[in-house]
């Protein structure tokens, strides 16, 4: 019974004003024995002690949800930098358009969608929708049908296209941004400069912009603000590392990738190369002026220090919510950058530690040489801090002075050295400042520092090869199965401040191995593995200094101590192992930023290693199997080289974009898709093959592919094959091993680059396997994906060439053997579901008088046929059936719905019959079609009327064959004929008929017949 | 929209005329919508906006700078505002939700996490469902809460547009918070 609001009302409202304790009282008496209205008033009350709003969070707020940023979204706000005016006045923001308003103003430039309710088409890119528009053009959000990815397209207007310089820019922005690879960094795919309008296509990231973020949520937490500051500054180093300076830099600017929060720093609009000075000198400001800096603010020369300004407005804003260069007008804006310090962070946010407040006035410093110099060197401390917070240690503050004399100061920091030179003497050194931040770290005088070892994370994977059934699959040699360890070392250091007269002064850092510690596996089917201390295929951890062993983490449990300093780590693994990446940071880090973070090629198995009491050092190792290179050629029977690593005579090529070189079938990246296929045709196979990609690459095997037309993967079957780390975000459906568009890997799959693998493949009727690096990754029946059966058609062929795909990137093949396999044994398929006509169609020009009738299908006189479609040449129906005494009908097969002058269907009839008359007895067949004269099959049987029988037609190309209760009654041989007919349909008589079906069964049959006896031929 | 043709419809709102309500609604709305999509983009340097500037800003942009000093319209104009700004809510949230549950194929994950916003949009559909039913038995608590909750307006101010005391406002508003939490199954209880 639904509780009464009115009296729900009236009772809360009077709990509330009588005292808690006496409300149970009160609600005793008043509810009695409606315990409904009870429990409601007392749920009332209970959530009335919550105070706060219905929705989470303001409603205007919300409605920024749902949106996707996308690089380049957010870049309103600047006209094009060769227009007249230095910028708007007002800035132009980019409207955000709804995706379900169909915004074909403006889009005329593309061309009709393939899919319905799409936008269009431009080049191989599926328009989905509109995601953000601005004074530039329109940024989309497309599919690129080739890569299989989704990507943001950002379309240069027509009217801007037409203006040269906008032109250039646009074009500059695509060049500057594709030029830095970096995870921070959105990533350019293409550009298409001379399309009209221009384009460039970029990564879709999903996620909000830092402005959004900020505007939700105000200031920012210092641990967040240091993480997020951090990854701009590294994205900003790898962009000067090339040259470049973004000079917008902004929170609108800065996106944050959903779920992880990586920042990704996008809009490269204003970047240039610092010695492009045709544009700098143009005394024209661009840039937004709130987030500029005073150089730019004045129209100088600017560098990459210019970002670096930014960069500390950026921090402030997070620190306080805004910029703080706000001001009525642009040019008060600009003048207040020029010349106006920032009210102190502090006195504005209170929870600013100072030594935050420090290093953003650092970067505020109006002239560049007092700035920090790098953003590696920004990144690094910002690191160090974030690790330190995360800790939960004190961080010393950082005096303001001269930018060498902070990078020496950073680097004793590093490297632990200052505390050396603890003698409170200069108040001016700013090591002193260090060593008088750390007298404030609570327990110091306890001086252990500490080095902790974290032991191995995990192994993923699957050393264990697994076999298919019934065949010998091989032992994955050669597999690159990915063994993935993460081992980190915690390093705690901390100063030892009481000197020993005449003793050993300084600072000790203490190794101590303390019990595993887990945090991510790279891969879904991780198996978490602690083997005591380390993995079981590490041998040895040695730490080295000056060549010299000074710890070694396998033998070595308990405390060791080691001095701040640089030592080398040494990682000796096992045979069949080697060391494949590295990282060293500070261990909260590594620990909190999982992923490919600061992953190193490890070259050999040493990297260096800097120990500091500053905070924990962690290392993470990722081990890879190294190959067994010693492959041998299978000698089973059945097996096949498709490539004997010489020439290429079992593979017919398409375009210029194979080769042989170093014993491997291996693509021409000249930037062009094509590919490679066998010189026939193969059903049912295992295919085995080794391959390797080059970083970034992507590849595919074709499987039962044709020849005509533009060849893509999403065309028919495809195994993916791709360096799933460098690209980034790709979905599941698109990862190694996936069937690309219709099922993802089981498991994942990991491509290493540069890394032979092993990909195994079994083709069986529509059953798929695939086995990478002994993962089992597919196992699937294509028939359970009949929605991608119909948007694939190429699934459903049942043969087809082999192929390779070069995708404009270094892919490398070898080894590649087939086994040919008999077709599976088909199975039955039920073609009446005994509920409905469900498969089956009447004749449209003809009664329909079929019915289902307790489970069985019954036709009833006068004359009328029910087809069913897609049957090809050989195929075996089986079908319980009976009739009454004097009526007649047949099952028909290899028949259209063209109709005779009589009104009956043309093809090959199996009568069912319980009299002898017109000759057309049960079991005879007459085969009808045009020009064709009319056959009958020999007479064997008779049924009696009203008895069911079981009634077998068979098609083996073309030889049809009847049978009555399991035997022979008559062969046909059609030829040819009937080709193209690819029904079958059921008819029942006229004068009285009943014909009766309580099943009808179908399976494929193999294309010829073992035997072939008795036809007769008239 | 010319804005006399906003006021001469908020003036005949303030007469009564029932149908001059239902002209200005998708006026406001419309202009809620456009502002707030505008404000989410673009740069903003304030914090945290908040739907009062929202519905203010759509007054001014609607009726006009001189007109809004003698706000005639105004009690009116906000719960045609409040109205206005849970149906741009509600349309985002099933658009959201259409979004989700349609084609959106390519839908690229990276990490398995709980995606907050759509609990969010349910949560505000179920809300939105019992304001409703709400509004059927208590039409002044529910025209509160819209007034609150979907307007921007104090609790306070709110009331004082229903021509409540502020204590009544109170007793209103927490008697319809319960109440709606108990039906939409708020996890806060």
Redesign the interface.
């Known amino acids: 019974m639904p509780v009464d609001?009115?009296r729900?009302?009236e009772l809360?409202?009077a709990a509330?004003d009588v005292p808690a304790p006496e409300r149970a009282a009160l609600l005793e008496r008043a509810c009695g024995d409606d315990h409904e209205l009870r429990r409601?008033i007392e749920?009332?009350?209970?959530?009335?002690e919550?105070s706060?709003?219905?929705?989470?969070?303001?409603?205007?707020?919300?409605?920024?949800?749902?949106?996707v940023a996308v690089g380049g979204?957010?870049d309103?706000?600047v006209t094009d930098a060769g227009a007249t005016a230095a910028f708007p006045q007002q800035?132009q923001?980019?409207?955000?358009v709804?995706?379900?308003s169909s915004d074909a103003d403006g889009l005329s430039f593309l061309s009709p969608a393939s899919t319905p309710?799409h936008l269009g088409r431009l080049g191989h890119y599926e328009v989905q929708e509109v995601i953000?528009k601005g004074g530039f053009g329109v940024v989309l959000k497309a599919?690129d049908e080739r890569l299989?990815?989704?990507v943001a397209i950002k379309v240069l207007s027509p009217a801007y296209a037409a203006s040269g310089s906008a032109r250039k820019r646009f074009i500059r922005e695509a060049r500057a941004a594709a030029a830095v690879k970096n995870e921070h960094v959105v990533g350019i795919h293409d550009v298409q400069e001379d399309a009209q309008p221009p384009y460039l296509v970029m990564e879709?990231i999903?996620g909000i912009s830092l402005?959004?973020k900020?505007?939700?949520?105000?200031p920012l937490e210092v641990k967040e603000m240091l993480r997020i500051g951090m990854q701009i500054a590294e994205g900003l180093a790898a962009a000067h590392k090339q040259g470049l300076v973004h000079r917008d830099i902004?929170?609108?600017n800065i996106l944050l990738?959903?779920?992880?929060e990586r920042v990704k720093i996008t809009y490269f609009g204003l970047a240039r190369a610092v010695d492009d000075a045709s544009v700098t000198q143009s005394g024209v400001v661009a840039g937004?002026p709130?987030y500029m800096s005073p150089e730019q603010a004045e129209g100088l020369p600017v560098d990459h220090r210019s970002d670096l300004f930014s960069l500390g407005t950026v921090l402030y804003a997070l620190c306080t919510?805004?910029?703080p260069f706000?001001a009525s007008g642009t040019h008060a804006v600009l003048k207040r950058v020029i010349d106006a310090s920032p009210r102190p962070i502090r006195e504005v946010n209170n929870e600013i530690p100072e030594w935050l407040s420090d290093i953003i006035g650092q970067l505020h410093a109006k002239k560049s040489e007092e700035r920090f110099q790098t953003a590696r060197e920004v990144a690094e401390l910002l690191g160090q801090r974030l690790a330190a917070v995360q800790a939960g240690r004190e961080v010393p503050s950082v005096r303001r002075g001269s930018a060498a004399a902070a990078a020496e100061r950073d680097k004793d920091i590093r490297s632990g050295v200052s505390a050396e030179s603890g003698d409170p003497g200069d108040p001016g050194d700013p090591r002193r400042a260090v060593a008088v931040g750390q007298r404030r770290i609570p327990g110091t005088a306890l001086a252990a520092v500490a080095v902790l070892i974290l032991v191995p994370l995990y192994v993923s994977f699957v050393l264990r090869p697994e076999r298919f059934s019934g065949h010998g699959w091989p032992w994955l040699i050669g597999a690159f199965g990915l063994a993935a360890l993460l081992a980190g070392f915690l390093l705690l250091v901390q100063s030892r401040r009481r000197r020993i007269a005449g003793a050993l002064a300084g600072i000790l850092a203490g190794l101590v191995l303390s019990s595993p510690f887990v945090y991510r596996s790279l891969t879904d089917q991780g198996t978490l593995t602690y083997s005591g201390t380390i993995d079981a295929n590490i041998e040895r951890i040695l730490i080295k200094r000056d060549g010299e062993v000074v710890a070694d983490l396998i033998t070595k449990h308990g405390t060791i101590q080691l001095p701040a300093g640089d030592y080398e780590a040494e990682i000796t693994v096992k045979d069949g192992y080697e060391l494949a990446k590295y990282r060293v940071g500070p261990f909260s880090h590594l620990a909190n930023t999982p992923g490919a973070l600061g992953w190193q090629k490890a070259a050999g198995g040493t990297f260096p290693l800097t120990l500091t009491r500053d905070f924990h050092v962690g290392i993470s190792l990722e081990l890879a199997k190294t190959i067994d290179r010693s492959y041998t050629p299978k000698t089973e029977p059945g097996w096949v080289q498709l490539f004997n690593g010489k020439d290429h005579k079992e593979w017919d090529f398409i375009g210029p974009y194979w080769k042989v070189a170093d014993g491997t079938l291996r693509t021409t990246q000249n930037l062009s898709v094509g590919w490679l296929h066998t010189k026939r045709d193969y059903a049912d196979f295992e295919l085995e093959l080794e391959y390797r990609l080059a970083p970034g690459a992507k590849s595919a095997v074709f499987l039962r592919g044709w020849l005509q037309g533009d060849i893509h993967g999403s065309e028919f079957l495809a195994i993916q094959l791709i360096d799933d780390w460098a690209s980034g975000?790709?979905?599941?459906?698109n990862g190694t091993a996936s069937i690309v568009d219709v099922v993802a890997a089981k498991q994942r799959v990991d491509t290493k680059p540069k890394s032979w693998h092993m990909l195994a493949i079994k083709v069986q009727g529509r059953r798929i396997q695939v086995v990478h690096d002994g993962v089992r990754a597919q196992d699937v029946n294509l028939d359970d994906y009949p929605e991608a059966l119909k948007r694939i058609p190429g699934l459903t062929k049942k043969t087809g060439r082999i192929g390779l795909q070069n995708f404009g990137t270094l892919a490398e093949f070898r080894n590649i053997r087939i086994k040919e396999l008999s077709p599976e044994k088909p199975a039955w398929v039920q073609l009446f579901n005994g509920k409905d006509l469900t498969g089956w169609t009447p004749h449209a020009r003809l009664p329909n008088n079929w019915k289902v009738e307790n489970g069985i299908l019954v036709g009833r006189s006068p004359n009328s046929y029910l087809f069913r479609d897609g049957f090809g040449k050989s195929f075996h129906l089986r079908a319980e059936t009976r009739i009454n005494d004097g009526g007649y009908g047949a099952i028909i097969v290899h028949t259209s719905s063209e109709l005779r002058s009589n009104n009956s269907p043309f093809g090959c009839w199996a009568s069912i019959n319980s009299t002898e008359k017109s000759g057309y007895k049960t079991g005879v067949l007459s085969c009808v079609y045009l020009n064709w004269p009319v056959f009958r099959g020999a007479v064997e049987k008779l049924p009696r009327p009203n008895e069911w029988f079981v009634l077998d037609v068979l098609s083996q190309d073309g030889l049809i064959t009847v049978k009555v209760d399991g035997k022979n009654t008559s062969q046909v041989d059609i030829g040819g004929r009937g080709g193209g007919s690819n029904h079958i349909a059921l008819g029942v008589g006229n004068q009285g008929s009943v014909v009766e079906f309580k099943s009808i069964a179908f399976k494929e049959l193999p294309a010829k017949p073992a035997t072939g006896t008795s036809g007769t031929r008239n | 929209m010319p804005s006399h043709e906003v006021t001469q419809l908020l003036d005949a709102v303030t007469r009564g005329a029932a149908h001059a309500a239902e002209q200005l609604l998708p006026l406001v709305y419309e202009e809620l919508r456009r502002l707030a999509a505008g404000y989410l983009d673009c740069e903003n340097p304030g914090h945290t906006l908040q739907p009062t500037a929202l519905v203010h800003e759509a007054y001014l942009r609607l009726v006009g700078g001189e007109a809004s000093a003698e706000w005639q319209g105004r009690s009116h104009f906000l719960a045609t505002a409040a109205l206005a700004m849970r149906h741009v809510l509600i349309d985002n949230a099933r658009r959201k939700r259409r979004d989700k549950h349609g084609g959106d194929r390519q839908r690229v994950e990276l990490v398995d996490q709980p995606d907050p916003a759509t609990d969010e949009d349910e949560r505000l559909l179920a809300l939105d469902e019992a304001l409703t039913r709400l509004a059927n038995a208590d039409a002044a608590a529910a025209e509160l809460v819209q007034l609150h909750t979907f307007g921007g307006l104090s609790v306070e101010e709110a009331g004082k547009q229903l021509g409540l005391s502020r204590a009544t406002a109170y007793r209103q508003w927490a008697f319809a918070r319960a109440w709606l939490r108990c039906e939409i199954g708020d996890p806060r209880q």
């Not at chain 1, 749920?43 to 009335?48: F, V």
């Not at chain 1, 975000?729 to 459906?733: D, E, N, T």
């Open positions: 609001l009115a729900a009302k809360f409202l509330l409601r749920a009332m009350l209970q959530t009335h919550n706060g709003e219905l929705l989470p969070r303001a409603p205007s707020a919300m409605l920024a949800e749902g949106g979204m957010t309103g706000g800035s923001p980019v409207t955000r709804d995706a379900t309710g953000g599919f299989h990815r989704v879709c999903d402005q959004d900020l505007d939700r949520h105000g902004k929170p609108s990738e959903n779920g992880v937004t709130m919510g805004h910029s706000r975000m790709i979905g599941k459906l």
